[in-house]
């Protein structure tokens, strides 16, 4: 039997067995959330409060996106989820007794909700990153997408069956319901044995590999595109999550059971959605399908804003559905596709600090934009916001660049020599910078060709470690030309051959048809001069011991 396009990453078994226990492990995350946003509306049912439930589920990934995507880089990324789920479960469980026990308050949901938000923010960018690992790359977008299929699959059914669960036992039913649904991530990821890989270097350290994080994005255009577009998408698509409990309530008039259904209709939407997108990315590109979204989702909300009865409501929840799920699809699969494995963790958490910091900005704001116009108002006035930040951002693209195989690059670049014998053990134990220069020989009918190698190779070099770069041309002689750029240290130097992708070899094999061929590349330690004359003043003579023949 063939399965449809937007399925076959299934065909994997270690992706389909993770990929359902996500989706019991989202099932019970919509549990928990229409539970909290429901039982926050009888504690405090404050605009601003109910709006900060939403803010507080989402501030944690804003705040540990970068330390979290770090670790789970550096450490294997199996035994990272463990230990975040393992936060999790405590942290859920604790939900549910307080709620049980009738202890429970506005504090103290907002804080257990953060603690929960805190778990969710470390798992978030480990498994975005270890999806590469479970399907080969013509799998990945879809896998993504699938993802993305799951999570709402979850929501069209999750606040319909936490609405009843709420009718029921109350939202400790809820709470408890989401504390057993974290039992199976945990059992899916004690299954699954990861093949790790070894490069024979230290582990990074935590603050050089959140800067290593940083300085990839810095010079990666295509990441830093997704993150705007996803973050100009956010900021109004925000205003459905942070003010439907209280809509559904007091503009309504409604009860839990028909906001479990309204909240499931965009979950429809979003399943359908995700269906459908293989489909639309056969006929359109990846800006197209993200601009469609955008006004899906507005119309949504501009429905919603225009009526107040429940059959429209979920007529603009479908839509909104309808855009949510493939517009974050197709921009997460946009900047997943351009980041290799060593980073992919970190780079994918800075995209979502983009996209969960907007989403928190803007819950924020439409809470309180709420109770100064009302929430017909809050929501037309997102509808055109989203309107206006997509023609405002169209311009950053988030199309997959591949480069063409040069002539050129049939060259080998030349090596470096092999470090001295009096500097290896310096260069074991030192913490100093590197400095590295290529030296290139350009003649003047090419040079417009070499600089704009260079200016690529900027951020080949930054996206490998490189702290400092730059190109000097020689005043005294036109044709010559150096590359001169610094890495943290000399581990971090011997991580830069593992650090490049196929693109980036591409481009150095095409500017090393401009290397001079009678000098090879150069690496300097920096050397602190007192620090090496103590190191190697003689202990028995009181003098500085030299190399022989030196005076």
């Known amino acids: 039997m063939r399965l449809p396009a937007a399925l076959v990453p299934l065909r994997n078994g270690t992706f389909r067995h993770l990929w359902i226990a996500s989706v019991v492990g989202w099932l019970g995350t919509w549990l928990q959330n229409t539970g909290a ?9 404050e605009p601003f409060i109910v709006a900060m439930v939403q803010a507080a589920t989402i501030m944690p990934v804003f705040l540990l996106a970068l330390p979290g995507g770090a670790l789970a880089d550096i450490v294997d990324r199996r035994v990272f989820l463990l230990a975040a789920q393992t936060w999790t479960i405590l942290a859920a ?22 603690a929960i938000g ?69 059992q899916a990821l004690f ?21 290593a994080g940083m300085r990839f994005v810095r010079n990666t255009p295509a990441v830093q595109a997704a993150m705007i577009r996803t973050a100009s998408y956010s900021i109004p698509a925000s205003a459905p999550w942070a003010l439907l409990p209280l809509y559904v309530r007091h503009d309504l008039g409604l009860g839990p059971g028909m906001y479990g259904l309204i909240l499931g209709m965009m979950g429809v939407g979003g399943v359908t959605s995700g269906m459908l997108l293989p489909v639309v990315r056969a006929k359109v590109s990846r800006g197209a399908t993200v601009v469609g979204c955008t006004l899906l989702s507005c119309v949504g909300m501009a429905v919603i ?14 839509l909104f559905g309808l855009g949510w799920t493939s517009a974050f699809a197709t921009i997460q699969a946009a900047a997943q596709l351009v980041c290799p494995p060593w980073v992919r963790a970190r780079a ?49 693209s988030i199309e997959a660049l591949v480069r063409a195989v040069s002539p050129a690059a049939e060259q080998a670049a030349l090596m470096p020599e092999a470090p001295a014998a009096e500097f290896v053990p310096m260069l074991r134990s030192s913490r100093g910078r590197i400095m590295e220069v290529a030296y290139y020989r350009v003649e003047q009918a090419r040079r417009l060709e070499f600089l704009t190698l260079m200016g690529e190779l900027r951020h080949v070099r930054g996206r490998a470690g490189a702290v400092f770069w730059q190109v ?20 971090e130097h011997l991580r830069e051959a593992i650090r490049l992708s196929d693109d980036d070899k591409k481009l150095l094999a095409s500017v090393a048809g401009f290397q001079r061929q009678a000098q090879r590349p150069s690496r300097f330690l920096a050397i602190e001069p007192n620090a090496y004359l103590v190191a190697h003043r003689d202990p028995a003579m009181g003098q500085t011991n030299r190399p022989m023949g030196t005076q």
């Open 37 to 45: 946003g429901w039982l926050m509306t009888s504690l405090a049912p």
């Open 472 to 491: 000097y041309g020689d005043v005294a002689h036109p044709e010559g030309w150096v590359e001169v750029w610094s890495m943290e240290s000399w581990t």
């Open 191 to 211: 299954v699954w044995r990861r093949n790790r890989r070894f490069t024979g270097l230290p582990r990074e350290h935590l603050v050089s590999a959140m800067r």
């Open 348 to 396: 994918l958490s800075i995209y979502q600090l983009a996209q969960n910091g907007a989403l928190t900005l803007g819950s924020v704001g439409w809470g309180i934009l709420r109770g100064e116009v009302g929430i017909a108002r809050t929501f037309l006035t997102a509808s055109v916001v989203g309107v206006v930040l997509m023609l405002i951002v169209r311009g950053f």
């Open 118 to 186: 805190i778990g969710s923010a470390l798992t978030g960018p480990a498994w975005s990153a270890i999806v590469p690992e479970l399907v080969p790359r013509e799998d990945m977008v879809q896998a993504i997408a699938l993802n993305g299929i799951g999570y709402n699959l979850t929501r069209a059914v999750g606040p319909a069956i936490a609405g009843f669960l709420i009718l029921l036992g109350g939202s400790s039913l809820a709470f408890s319901m989401y504390a057993v649904s974290i039992l199976a991530v945990i």
């Open 93 to 114: 469980s604790l939900l549910a007794v307080l709620t049980l026990c009738h202890l429970m308050t506005a504090v103290w949901l907002l804080v257990l909700t953060f």
């Open 305 to 318: 804003g225009a009526e107040r009865h429940w059959i429209p409501a979920c007529l603009g929840m479908l």
